[in-house]
């Protein structure tokens, strides 16, 4: 697959069957729109591309700056890559570009500068300045430029929507199996490892201190889960405390993983870790004794989820 990362550096001459969206989670509701996009194109011997943008556009026309994504833009990259599109341009969402007229965006970037022959997209898609367009228009213009539209049903754009409002919902609740359910992959966390301040190994239990630079990353309610990374080209389970360690009277939250049965050094590297079950809420101990038991009990019941 090949990234753009905006309109202004594309310049394939290849036409395209193109689908339009923000696609957070690429999650399994998402993945019935592009599987008939690449089917689509492979038929028509089109370029399958899917135009994004970031940041996402509430964030820059509502200043929504509390809004919580499923992906890091990177993370989204690596999911559609692997379902095997051909290009993927990620345009940057800016007020300037959301006041480009419905024509503007049809004619000059659509069929002008991506060469499109096929729109996919939903039947309530709106577009242009003020969102004033809609898919009844995009089809007219398509009689004019000599595109066609097919449209997503109301029923398939409802269980997209639904599954977003689901996955967001269970992983609020820490209902990691719902969640990943309707991803249909186990939701990530990516991010650096920085120094914490060693209370992990001083129980016995080392912990890689996760440290995500994106603010609008939704991060699962606190708690205990089961995870797996790929460290140093192995894939090595272990357990992740979200949380304020109420026990040793933490005060900032962090996200610590104890990975078992290795015992390298991570700081400074960047890695990713997928999210298998929870085990418990985070709870406050009466003593670092009782935490030390409480983390052994919590180690055998990974390792017995992770062995069935």
Same mark, same amino acid.
């Given at each position: 697959?090949?990234?753009?990362?905006?309109? +202004?550096?594309? &310049?394939?001459?290849?036409?395209?069957? %193109?689908?339009?969206?923000?696609?957070?989670?690429?999650?399994?509701?998402?993945?019935?729109?592009? $599987?008939?996009?690449?089917?689509?194109?492979?038929?028509?011997?089109? !370029?399958?591309?899917?135009?994004?943008?970031?940041?996402?556009?509430?964030? #820059?026309?509502?200043? &929504?700056?509390?809004?919580?994504?499923?992906?890091?833009?990177?993370?989204?990259?690596?999911?559609?890559?692997?379902?095997?599109?051909?290009?993927?341009?990620?345009?940057?969402?800016?007020?300037?570009?959301?006041?480009?007229?419905?024509?503007?965006?049809?004619?000059?970037?659509?069929?002008? &500068?991506?060469?499109?022959? !096929? %729109?996919?997209?939903?039947?309530?898609?709106?577009?242009?300045?003020?969102?004033?367009? =809609?898919?009844?228009?995009?089809?007219?213009?398509?009689?004019?430029?000599?595109?066609? #539209?097919?449209?997503?049903?109301?029923? $398939?754009?409802?269980?997209?929507? #639904? *599954?977003?409002?689901?996955?967001?919902?269970?992983?609020? &609740?820490?209902?990691?199996?719902?969640?990943? *359910?309707?991803?249909?992959?186990?939701?990530?966390?990516?991010?650096?490892?920085?120094?914490?301040?060693?209370?992990?190994?001083?129980?016995?239990?080392?912990?890689? =201190?996760?440290?995500?630079? @994106? =603010?609008?990353?939704?991060?699962?309610?606190?708690? #205990?889960?089961?995870?797996?990374?790929?460290?140093?080209?192995?894939?090595?389970?272990?357990?992740?405390?979200?949380?304020? =360690?109420?026990?040793?009277?933490?005060?900032?939250?962090?996200?610590? %993983?104890?990975?078992?049965?290795?015992?390298?050094?991570?700081?400074?590297?960047?890695?990713?870790?997928?999210?298998?079950?929870?085990?418990?809420? @985070?709870?406050?101990?009466? +003593?670092?004794? @009782?935490?030390?038991?409480?983390?052994?009990?919590? !180690? @055998?019941?990974?390792?017995?989820?992770? +062995?069935?």
């Amino acid at each position: 697959m090949v990234t753009v990362q905006s309109l +202004s550096k594309y &310049d394939e001459p290849h036409p395209t069957a %193109i689908t339009i969206g923000t696609f957070d989670g690429v999650h399994i509701g998402h993945r019935k729109i592009l $599987e008939r996009l690449i089917k689509n194109a492979a038929t028509l011997n089109l !370029k399958s591309t899917v135009l994004t943008f970031f940041p996402h556009p509430r964030m #820059v026309l509502q200043k &929504d700056t509390d809004i919580k994504l499923l992906n890091t833009i990177d993370e989204k990259t690596q999911i559609l890559k692997n379902l095997g599109l051909d290009q993927l341009i990620i345009h940057p969402f800016t007020r300037e570009f959301s006041r480009l007229t419905a024509t503007e965006f049809v004619r000059d970037i659509l069929v002008n &500068d991506l060469k499109t022959k !096929k %729109i996919i997209i939903g039947y309530d898609h709106r577009f242009g300045r003020n969102r004033n367009a =809609n898919i009844t228009d995009l089809k007219a213009f398509g009689n004019t430029l000599d595109f066609e #539209v097919e449209e997503i049903p109301a029923q $398939e754009v409802e269980e997209v929507s #639904v *599954s977003s409002t689901k996955i967001r919902k269970a992983l609020e &609740d820490g209902d990691i199996t719902t969640a990943n *359910s309707y991803l249909g992959y186990s939701y990530m966390l990516t991010g650096t490892i920085k120094k914490g301040k060693g209370l992990g190994r001083k129980l016995n239990f080392p912990t890689a =201190n996760l440290h995500i630079e @994106e =603010n609008y990353k939704l991060v699962p309610k606190n708690g #205990v889960y089961v995870v797996k990374s790929l460290l140093l080209g192995d894939t090595v389970h272990g357990m992740m405390n979200i949380g304020y =360690n109420p026990t040793v009277a933490g005060k900032e939250k962090s996200t610590e %993983i104890n990975f078992f049965d290795f015992d390298q050094d991570l700081y400074g590297k960047k890695i990713q870790i997928e999210i298998l079950h929870r085990i418990r809420d @985070e709870h406050k101990f009466d +003593s670092v004794e @009782e935490l030390k038991l409480q983390l052994q009990k919590d !180690k @055998e019941t990974s390792l017995k989820l992770l +062995s069935t």
